[in-house]
């Protein structure tokens, strides 16, 4: 059989390594400086767009979606094309995915810090940016499956399933919880309501780290470390049970998220179930690829980049196994809402996400420019400055979470809660410091891992395109041993992604279909009524201003929470909101009954500068909301967008909105005269002291 | 918009939840199967493709 010579695209590959780099340093930098707004809250700067509510989704959505996401690019493209030993399937395709994700990234960051946000965790972005994604996606996957159509090897490895798996289920999952109906150009209310919304959320939520943070990585692991260890992974058969034994069981532990919430308690127990079954396939994975490195540990101690993939293994099995604990209930009750849940995720991201990223980044570029690493005792201190960073940033938080979990359940022996919620917070105010230390130190390291690559590269000579040989696939296929049908199907490259697709799809169809039957487990509650237009508004300020990243909107049924915030939540009270509001992370105390706790003047203080009120407090300060005005002409399209949406707003009613919302202002206004704070009707504050006074009051209600 | 009311509709949907179970399972079992008794030269074919990518 004639060799055939072609070449491999190593363009595409730097193009995404420097996105990679780039957008990770700022999505970094966005965490450290939210991080550093807890503990100096003048870090928020009184300006709307650096306040902690807006930095926060810039920092999750660039570290998940530029930084990983790029990271995921960089090596697909380059261990595709050699695994298939082919050609990515077009340039032309290549660069469109690539220009067309810088795009996304670049304007979603821009309008994220304008305010324009979903308000739904790591799913953010607006509906333009919702389709945008789901285009780019469809390019990337048509280049991947049209590459591995290319093939010259008849097996597909076990990375190119991987990331098969991951292409197919983040299509589904995006497209299924974007699922909107848009308002305006950059504002879109969520198809779904309360309940239904948090567990389809909860489901994207927790399948956007399985598919988008876990399987593209553990398909790059099973490429990279091999090749850094220049030895065949510990066990392949083990990989293949891995890869479907994961995809199977991910995709049903979503509802662990909402333990002790209103959702029902089946589809609670069943998340915890399928969570427990998770700890197998991933440990196994993680051993497959930590046992690859049998017989070399000794270059381990040497090499900087297996030292990064055996701490990046290490804290994916440190994170894998705590991901299931945490589900469990009574793990849960003491970690739900502390900062547990955000060192947990900083094990993954920085452990897990980063360590792998850099070590194939350390890998990668010397090769693609022919040369050497300029430095290997920089990136042996990049290594240490990580692990010291991952250190730092997550023993304080594991502390803290304790620390106020344990604060917010003490009563005193008269029966009464121990600890107001801000004494809680300012004593882990001095662990959210050392936080803050420990990102320093990390991205210090991979500050020292930019000028380590920038001089590698400025040594080495670029190899766009590096010339290959590979012989066609034959005509008549080589069987080895007996004909089986699975190799039918290998030999058949179009039936299999057919194939794959459809049992993916199936599940994924099949599994949501509970979700949407959650109506039915509902009871109504007649009190419970839509809001007003002035309330509508004052939510979407919420939404805007990001309180639900620090303020939760769920009452779980534990005796502190409902001596501390007021009777447990109910499913009922949340049907009319779209999108749910409970949040995860209590920075903040709960907000589900802050309606009427307070005088009107108490909020208008408290929005102006929080520490007036509540001394001590690390909220920012909103001064924008006194200057800015309601937008009057998006009231009829708000009223009429939600009776779309199923809330029951009479017909007719968008006509009179309006002067219902003047009046309702008005009122409000004048209670604050009352108390010598004179505001015009008309501006934002009104609007959002509106809807902080209508929170958990319908069930009070008599009718 | 409303998604539910068109699967409310539909008589017995309560059992497409376990079908999905059953069919991964499946699935699932014969993969399994599938890997454990693959032809070990294929296997170590396979598993040496991301290392002689010259």
């Known amino acids: ?703 | 918009m409303k998604f539910i009311n068109y699967l409310e509709s539909i008589t017995g949907v309560s059992v497409y939840p376990l079908a999905s179970l059953f069919i991964f399972t499946i699935f699932f079992a014969l993969a399994t199967f599938w890997a454990l008794k693959a032809d070990k030269g294929m296997i170590d074919h396979i598993s040496h493709i991301p290392l002689d990518d010259k």
């Not at chain 1, 009750?333 to 094990?347: F, K, L, M, Q, R």
């Not at chain 1, 109506?519 to 201003?545: A, F, M, Q």
């Open chain 1, 1 to 703: 059989m004639p060799l055939e010579k072609f070449s491999y695209d190593n363009r595409t590959v730097k193009w995404f390594a420097y996105a990679c780099i780039g957008w990770g340093l700022i999505g970094m930098l966005a965490g450290l400086w939210a991080a550093l707004a807890l503990v100096l809250p003048d870090m928020n700067l009184g300006f709307a767009p650096t306040t902690f509510g807006r930095l926060r989704p810039v920092h999750t959505n660039a570290v998940i979606f530029a930084f990983v996401g790029n990271g995921i690019f960089m090596g697909v493209y380059y261990s595709l094309q050699r695994l298939c030993k082919a050609r990515m399937f077009s340039d032309m395709l290549s660069k469109i995915h690539f220009w067309g994700w810088q795009a996304i990234i670049a304007g979603g960051a821009i309008t994220l810090l304008m305010g324009c946000t979903t308000g739904k965790e790591y799913a953010e972005l607006e509906w333009p940016f919702d389709i945008a994604i789901t285009l780019i996606w469809l390019v990337f996957g048509a280049n991947m499956l049209g590459t591995i159509l290319r093939r010259r090897e008849a097996h597909l490895y076990v990375a190119i399933w991987f990331y098969i798996g991951t292409w197919v289920a983040i299509a589904m999952l995006h497209i299924v919880n974007s699922f909107e109906l848009p308002l305006s150009f950059l504002k879109s209310y969520s198809a779904y309501a309360g309940v239904q919304d948090a567990l389809v959320q909860w489901w994207y939520g927790h399948n956007a780290v399985a598919f988008f943070l876990t399987t593209p990585y553990l398909g790059l692991m099973y490429y990279f470390v091999p090749k850094a260890a220049n030895r065949p992974v510990y066990s392949y058969r083990w990989s293949i049970i891995h890869f479907w034994a994961l995809i199977f069981i991910y995709i049903w532990a979503g509802p662990h998220h909402l333990l002790y919430t209103a959702l029902p308690e089946w589809a609670q127990s069943l998340g915890t179930v399928f969570s427990i079954m998770l700890i197998a396939p991933s440990w196994g994975g993680m051993l497959n690829g930590l046992l690859t490195l049998r017989g070399a540990w000794d270059r381990v101690r040497e090499d900087a980049i297996l030292k990064f993939f055996v701490v990046a293994l290490t804290c994916y099995g440190m994170a894998t196994f705590e991901g299931p604990m945490l589900s469990l209930k009574n793990v849960n009750a003491i970690s739900h809402y502390t900062d547990w849940t955000i060192a947990h995720v900083h094990v993954g991201a920085l452990g897990w996400n980063g360590f792998l990223t850099f070590g194939i980044l350390y890998w990668l570029l010397p090769r693609i420019f022919s040369t050497t690493l300029y430095s290997k005792k920089w990136a042996n201190t990049h290594f240490w400055l990580g692990t010291l960073g991952i250190i730092f940033y997550v023993i304080p938080l594991y502390w803290a979470a304790f620390t106020q979990s344990m604060m917010w359940k003490q009563f005193t022996p008269e029966g009464q809660l121990k600890f107001q919620f801000l004494e809680t917070v300012n004593t882990i105010v001095p662990m959210y410091a050392l936080r803050a230390f420990g990102g320093t130190l990390y991205i210090s390291g991979v500050i020292l891992m930019i000028v380590n690559l920038t001089k590698t590269v400025r040594h080495g000579t670029f190899v766009a395109n590096e010339p290959a040989e590979a012989a066609p696939l034959p005509k008549v296929f080589v069987t080895h041993g007996k004909a089986h049908w699975h190799s039918w199907i290998e030999r058949r490259p179009i039936q299999l992604a057919v194939f794959s697709l459809i049992v993916v799809g199936i599940g994924g169809i099949l599994e949501l279909i509970p979700t949407f039957l959650i109506k039915s487990n509902i009871p109504t509650i007649t009190s419970v009524k839509p809001y007003t237009p002035l309330e509508l508004h004052g939510r979407d300020i919420y939404i805007r201003e990001g309180c639900y990243t620090c303020h939760s909107q769920m009452i779980r049924p534990f005796r502190d929470e409902v001596a501390r915030y007021g009777e447990y939540s109910k499913a009922g009270e949340f049907i009319y909101d779209h999108p749910f509001q409970w949040g995860s992370k209590r920075t903040g105390p709960d907000l589900a009954r802050i309606g009427g706790k307070y005088p009107d003047s108490w909020h208008y203080n408290h929005m102006m500068d929080p520490t007036s009120m509540s001394p001590g407090s690390i909220m920012p300060q909103y001064p924008w909301l006194f200057e800015d005005k309601v937008d009057k002409t998006l009231t009829a399209p708000m009223i009429n967008v939600m009776r779309k949406l199923g809330v029951p707003y009479a017909s007719g009613y968008e006509k009179q909105a309006n002067a219902d919302m003047e009046k309702q202002a008005q009122e409000i206004t004048a209670s604050l005269q009352k108390d010598k704070l004179p505001i015009q009707p008309d501006r934002e504050i009104v609007a959002l002291i509106a809807y902080l006074q209508r929170l958990g009051k319908d069930i009070k209600a008599t009718h």
